[in-house]
């Protein structure tokens, strides 16, 4: 978090006189709406606010920010930036692998998971040699949909393409919860999977099932493969699901395998691999 601190001295000779009361409404006003008194700024947006304190976004020069505002009533107002360019992240990657194979030292196979967010310029296969990696430790990984949120350094962005996050959602499955492996899978020279490398009957199997759609997570008391926590619609609108928070039916599955095959070349189809065969039966 970025904290931003500044002291401006008042009643300078031949300046008007300010009493405190007069340079805190001052603040308040500026810490509403600094539009009147930065030129820089081009938007100033109260978003929420409680008792002292308040959250906007701005943009200043250009940079989306998003700042809180906490009062302390005529002495100082306090600016933290807590998105937006200078803030500081604690994390990185290395640090997350290193408490991931932490977690399998000390709680063990089956017992932990890592949430993964799918759609921010990574491959298919970048995604999914995560996964694996992850299963090799004994956890199972997350899954969650990009959904550019109002406000954020990356509301301008897309959601992840529905027909890519079909693909991971189900290869995520087949590694997690059936055994497969993503060096039995093919990919392109962009690393787009093209090939689940599973017979058309077992792929027809877990689409039909729906429950590699589902909102992913920790496992819940009806299955291991069903998690416990459902997350409606937090990683999509419900006019246009990534995270089916419940049970899909049959004009779900029908959507979804639609999904599933705009992305995929006509050999990896699901629908063309599944006419193809039908045609070679005897």
């Given at each position: ?8 001295p008042v009643n ?112 298919d296969h970048d ?104 997350r409606p619609y ?49």
């Amino acid at each position: 978090m970025y904290q931003l601190s500044r002291t401006v001295p008042v009643n300078e000779p031949k300046k008007s006189f300010l009493s405190r009361h007069d340079v805190w409404t001052g603040l308040l006003m500026k810490a509403n709406n600094a539009l009147p008194y930065v030129p820089e700024m081009k938007k100033c947006e109260v978003v929420e606010e409680g008792n002292g304190w308040l959250i906007r976004d701005i943009m200043l020069k250009d940079v989306p920010l998003r700042e809180k505002v906490t009062f302390e009533p005529e002495q100082r107002v306090i600016f933290e930036r807590t998105r937006g360019s200078g803030v500081q992240s604690p994390h990185s990657w290395e640090k997350y692998w290193e408490i991931l194979h932490a977690a399998a030292e000390i709680f063990g196979a089956e017992r932990f998971g890592a949430h993964l967010i799918v759609g921010m310029g990574e491959s298919d296969h970048d995604v999914l040699t995560q996964v694996q990696k992850i299963r090799a430790l004994g956890g199972h990984s997350h899954m969650f949909a990009f959904f550019p949120e109002r406000g954020s350094l990356m509301d301008h962005l897309p959601p992840v393409p529905r027909p890519q996050w079909r693909r991971i959602q189900l290869a995520r499955y087949l590694i997690d919860y059936r055994g497969h492996r993503l060096e039995r899978m093919r990919f392109d020279a962009t690393g787009a999977l093209i090939d689940f490398g599973l017979s058309q009957d077992e792929l027809e199997a877990v689409i039909n099932a729906g429950i590699a759609f589902r909102t992913s997570g920790c496992p819940g008391k009806e299955a291991d493969d069903i998690s416990a926590c459902d997350r409606p619609y937090g990683d999509s609108p419900p006019r246009d699901i990534a995270s089916y928070p419940f049970k899909l039916n049959r004009s779900d599955i029908r959507k979804v395998r639609r999904q599933i095959d705009a992305g995929m070349s006509p050999a990896g189809s699901a629908r063309q691999r599944h006419s193809q065969q039908e045609r070679e039966r005897p």
